[in-house]
């Protein structure tokens, strides 16, 4: 898989600290859809046996009648915390983020497109 390099132009916080860790065939229950004024498409708050609710992106849940699904493959929603100028490895978008690798120290995580720029 080819990896682009990413350069941080606005720093990113997580606000939440305790990310969700699924495995592909884990049930959830999937609540509301993310509305916001970022764009951040078809995320949806989920709640998983054991763990914190979070944001799950709708293109890895097989939706089910009861109001729950499955994932369709493994996930986490853990972010990344980044500063402006500090360089990134992307890996896979979706819906208005990029998981990444912090290039300094190898950790990866979630970071949105909005506070990034490719590499020149």
Partial sequence: MTQLSYVVTHSHISEFPEPMTLK????????????????WSDWYFCTAPGQQSGFVPGQLLDRLLDGSAKMLED??????????????????????????????????????????????
């Fill in 75 to 120: 996930f986490t929603n853990r972010e990344l915390d980044v500063v402006e100028g500090q360089i990134l490895k992307g890996e896979r978008q979706l819906n208005g983020w990029l998981w990444a690798t912090r290039a300094s120290d190898g950790a990866t995580g979630w970071v949105p497109l909005a506070n990034i720029r490719p590499q020149n």
């Fill in 24 to 39: 592909t065939g884990d049930r959830i229950l999937v609540g509301e859809r993310y509305e916001g004024p970022e764009g």
